[in-house]
Structures are given as structure tokens and as C-alpha cells.
């Protein structure tokens, strides 16, 4: 039975069982009468979509809620008792009362009043009832930007890198490397935590593995408050994943078919009755990507002092994947206020790949050899997560305590096999075979305390325990062996383990329009690493690093006016290396470029600052910020040569200054066309010299300074209710160092979305890359070597997507005169503490 089999059965059984459970609740359900009614004005007209919660006053399981039809009709079944009766609607005030249900039957008409002035339309929650409506995409909040994904209708049908490609603030490189205001040391969390849905260090895999139908909204942290973990220098990204709140059985169920082939089917369910709700998302599909790589480089022989070598690389690797996911849970409320939920994730990635790789080397004198190297491999990747959580309120003041507990498992297995021929004849044959194992327990405890009206004390204690095992074997083959032998400086065995204390405590309050918070966050560290190798000349490793740290965050705000105000906020971070950037040998997948990690390799830091301002209309939206990032002990990527291989190491090196102004806006031009776009505009300055006569034959400087653009704009244009599309534009500025000149980048991509089926589908189309231009080009001086270098992770593709809603529940619309069924296919979703 192989994997994919495995987890087609774990899935079906975790679904089968969670029915079973859901209609034995239903099957002890009280007997319940019909009841109606009708909801008019006081002249007596009906009020269309208006939302009815009967509340029960001696049990909340008993509750229910229903929607008035286009006649302002409703119905639904009850238990007799005493009810609170909510009505709201758009445009109308709340109105509340209480009825005794002891028979079916119509119990009359209701009347509401109009508001004096029309209200805000904003998603509202109404005790489980959600009436959606269409939200600006981005918002400002103290601590954070949230954006909102469900109207890019490009990155429909695709996955999570194609989301964040959108999104302000956000770049993601060719390589699917992911970066915030041009740094690349971004935290990623889903729901507040660490996920299995990620991987281990998986890259664009990983975040291709999280279909774009099942976000809710992403949440950039670019200064996180001490409330936060401190990694992530560049911030953090926190992915909320959808759970519906609406009452009843919901779901929808998304399919993609597209070129690079690619297919895709995703859904989302969700129940919920009384005091349980239960949700489950998955999915998979099949996927093929495209690499290519070239690397022209010219060698300096300075011992002859005039010969030179050129060797001329083409890489091209092609990727045939299928990824599987699915995630079900489910929330319990005890009582009113102590509830309990609980979920499970499990995730399998599974890819083949094959790859090309040539090399032309030729002598300025003469003569050359012109080599070919043919790779086939596979990964096999499965991960799982269990987390558990209660939250309490002690009153209806807001004092209140949450405790979570999450369990991650990973396992992943890469197989390679590499031949190389020389002049098209035999040279050398690899196999290599590299094991991962990862396990990691995340506990968490945050108590909240108002303290009158405007203030609040937060506190909370984290524990996070990360271990890691590598297993890697390489071994070869040559003309003068029929056997294969390993090479014994790249066949290891590693262990990693990290485990990290910190507590936090944080007071936010409001003086008139000044609203501040102070916060600090101790983290005491301790990373254990064991390395060995059969390499007879290189020692053992057994490594303990211990750090203790001290993080304050300071955030101030100034209300202008109503939804205008100024942001001020301060904030140190830490830089962990990644466990595999410590290894010292953890890829050989090409004896030309080789990356080497770094024992030696210590955390960075860095103190961040920015001043921002906030205005917010009805049809316009600005966020200009002014920010400076200084960090310490930087970590930069050290590219050096020996013999004709390139080895690429991390290391610590000097400082490193950033500083810019980061405008995010979204403008309502008119009904029919709308704006999204940033623009960030930054100067940098990197210093710092790298002496190891080992590997350089002289020290290596890292300065550079310059100023760069990155820059990105969606418009919308909304042809009818039903039917909309977009073109969105990107562009990357040119950045120079002393040794290094990237070229600038663009792209454009384009988007169509259709409502079809009386609002209940959604048609959509896009193209990723139209003119084929996303690719990432370098050049890299030193005194040793000149290599021009080109990277295209992905050519220009497409693909149709089909969104199916059923079974809404109560089914909770606008009314038509609001209500833009192009805006929201999702629910809502409420994120627990971090």
C-alpha cells in the first residue's frame, strides 16, 4: 500500500467518523415545532435578508437563527422555551425581544427601524449568523495589515505562492523565496502557529501545498509586538486558514485544470448546531513546474596570469508532483464562557524529477570538454499535526485565558540519481539518498486583564521544542569502478535540536486620541548539534549554543479623526540560522555547486522602526509608512570557488542598514473600477570584510549602497454583478554590492472571474506571466571569477478554476441593492491568541 493510498483512507475514515458523530448529536436533538413570522418597517413593509436570532434562555445549545426571504418571510424549527429574539439588518437598527415558544405556528410580525444614516458595510457577526458583504481588501490595525485575498481573482485556482505574489509588502522571488521589504527572513505561521502544512524547509513546495480557496485572509506583521516570537526579522506572515461560522451544514468545493499541466480539486465543509462546531478542508492535485538555470563564468588563473577558463552552464529540471492535504477539527462550547477545540492535519508531497545539466569549459588557448550531467530523482514527504486548545473567560469584562498545545510530525526522503559523461563519454555515476525527520511541540498560555475602560495587562509563556534528524549518503561510481564507494566528506549523520523559553508581558492603553502599548519578551534558547562524517579527517561535532535574550516593543498610535491617524513603533528581532544552514555539508546534488553550511554560524539582530500613517474612506484607502531596519551580525551568502565548483556558504558579516517608504493603498475609482498597489522605495547599505585564508586567497569586502524600487498594481474592472477581471502589474528594481549586481525584474499577470448558477459557482481564468519576463538575472565579480547568472522558476502559465457553494445553512445574504456576489467565497474565521 504506498502513501498516497494510506492517506486516502485516513482521510475517508476521519470524514466517516466525524458524520457518524454529527448525526448522533442530531439524533438526541429535543423535538422541535415549526415556527414563523415576518419582519417588516412600520409602515409595514417587508424587510428583505434580515437575519433572526432566537436566542434560548436556558441553553444556548437550543439557539438557532434563520433569514427572511424577499418577502421578509422566515422559518425554522424550535424547541419550546423562552427565547431573546435579535433582528438586524443593513440600514436598520437592532431591535431585541422576548417570546415564549410553545407551539408551532406563525408568531407574528416584527418591526425594525431605519438607521438615521446609512451604516458602514463591514462583514458583522451576529452570534454565530455572518452577513458578508464586500470588504476593502487591505486594512490597517495597531500591530499589523490584513489582507484580504477573496477579490484577487489571479491567484484563483492557484495556491499560497501565488497569493502572497499579491499581496502589499510581500515580494516572492522566481525561486519561490519569500521576502518582506527586501528581506528574506520571514516567520510563516497558519492560525497563530507553527504548521506541518509547511514542511521542512520545503521553500516553494510548501507553499505550494496550500490551495489559495482555503485562505481567509493573511496577516502582515512587519514590527510584531513582544506579544509575538521574536524570530522573523523581517516579520511575520500569519496565514488564517477558512472555518465557517455560519449555522448549519456549508461548504464549496473548488476544481483547477491548467497549463503547465496542472490539476486541482479542493474543498471546504463545514457544520455547526448549538454549542459544536466541526469543519474539514483538503484536497490535492497534480502539478508539473519548470526550472532553468544558466551560469556563464569566467575563471582568473592568477598563477599564469593570462589564462583564463570559461565554462558555460545550462541547468534545466523539470517537476511532475502530487500534493495531498486535509485538516478537520472542531470547537465546543462547555458554556458561555469555556470552550475547547481540537484538530488534525495531515499533509503528503509527492514528486519526481528529472534535470539536465551541461557544462561547456573551454581554455582561451585551446581545447575544452563539454560535459553532460543527467539527474532523476524523487521526494516523498508526509507530515502530520495534532493541536488542542481551551479558552476561558473568567467574566464578560474581557479577562480571559487561553492554552494550546500543537504536535508536529515530518518525515521526508529525496533520492537522486546523477550520471555524468565527458565528451558524451561515461565520467561518473551518484546516488544520493537524504533523510529528514522532524518532530515539534509548541505550548502556549496567554491570560488577558483589562484594567478599566481603556487599559489591559497581556502576558503568556511559550515553549517550543524543534528536533531534527538528518541522514545523507552519497556515493559514486567512476570509469576505473564497476562498484559503487561513498564519498565520505557528504555521507553524514546529523542531529538538530532546539527548545526555546519565553515568557512576554505587554500593557496597551488609550489616553483621549493617544493609544499606546509597551511590551517586553525574554527568549532563552539552547541549540544541541551532533554531526559526523566518514571522511577519517574531519572531527566530530557536538555542539551546544545557548542564548538569552530580551526583546521590547513599543507601539504608538494618534487619532486624528475617525479611521485617520498617525503610527509610530519600535521593535527588536532575532535572526535564528536554520537548522540546515549549521550542517556543514547538507546538498550535493551538483559537484559544480555546492551549498556548505556553517557550524560557526550565529544568530543576527536587528532593531526596527517605523512611522506610518493611516487614512481610511469610503473609497479610498492610504497607508504610507517610513521605516529603518539596522541589523548586527548580518548574514549574508558567501560564494567562493575551488577548482571549477562554485560553493555557496552563509556566514556572519558586519551590518546591514535598510531604509524606505512603503505605500500601500486601494482606491474605488468608480462602481465599475478599482485600484490596489505598493510601492516601496529603499536605500541600503551593507558592510563588512570575510577573511579565511582557507577558501580566499584575499579578504573579501561585502559593501555596497545603493537605492531600489519594488513596485505592484492591481486594477479591477467590474463589467456587471456577475462578471469582473484584473491585470496586475509587478516590478523589481536592480540592487548592486561591491560584488554583486541583480537586474531589475516585471511581470504581468491577468484574472477573470464569472458568477455563475444564481450565484452559487464562480468561474475563473487567469495567466501567470503573460510575457514570459519573470526571471532573475546577477551578475557576481571577485578577483577569482566573473559569473553571469539566470534563474526562471516558473515560464508564463495559465489556469481555469470552478467554485461550487452548496447547502449554505441559514443561508446569509446582502440585500441586492448591497450585495456584490463577485466579492466573498469564503466564511468567516476566528484566529486564537498568538
Known sequence: MNQTEIISIFTRKTLGLTLVLSAAALAFAQDKVGVSGTIVTKNNQPVPYASVT???KASKLLSDAALTDEKGQYKLDLAPGNYDITVEAID???SVINKQITAAGNIGALSIDPETSATNVKTQDIQGVTITVAAKPYKVELDKRTYDPSQDIVSKGGNLQDVLANVPSVSVDTDGTVSMRGSSNVK???????SALLGIDDGANALQSIPADQIERIEVITNPSSKFEASGTAGI????????????FNGSVTGTIGYLPQTNLNTNLSWRKGNLTWFLNGGGGYRESKNTNRNNATYFNAAAGTDRTQINQESISENKNDNYNASTGLVYDISDKTSVNASATVRTFESDNIGNITY???????????TNRFNTGSNNNLAFQGDFGLDHKFDDKGQNLSLSLSLQSNRSYNNTDVTETDN???????????????????????YELPIGENSKIEAGYRIDINQNNYDNDVSERNVFSTNFYFLNSYTYNAYYREMFNAGYVQFKSKIGKVAYQLGLRNENSKIDIKYSNLDYYTPNIDNTKNYNNLFPSVFLSYEVAKDNQFL???SRRIDRPRSFFLIPNPSYTDNQNIFQGNIDLNPSYVDSYEFGYSISKSKFTINPTLYYRHSTDDVKMLVYSIGDAFYTKPINLGTDDRYGLDLNFNFDATKWLKFLGNVDLFGYKTTGIYNDPSILSEPLSFEGTGFSTRARLTSTVKIDKTFSFQIQGFYRGGQKTQNQDRKDMYAINFGASKTVLNGNGTLSFNIQDIFNTRSMRSVTNTAAFSRDSYMQWQPRQF???FTYRFKQGEKIEQPKRKKDINANDGGDDQQGPM
Open 424 to 446: 558524451n563519454v561515461f565520467a561518473l555515476q551518484n546516488m544520493i539518498n537524504q533523510t529528514t525527520k522532524n518532530k515539534t511541540l509548541v505550548g502556549k498560555a496567554d
Open 92 to 94: 436598520y437598527q437592532k
Open 237 to 248: 506572515l500569519n496565514i488564517i486558514l477558512k472555518k465557517s461560522k455560519k449555522t448549519g
Open 188 to 194: 510563516f505561521l497558519i492560525n497563530g502557529k507553527p
Open 568 to 570: 509610530l513603533n519600535y
Open 799 to 801: 489556469a481555469l478554476s
Open 54 to 56: 432566537f436566542s434560548n
Open 360 to 370: 561547456d569549459e573551454r581554455l582561451l588557448n585551446g581545447g575544452g570538454t563539454f
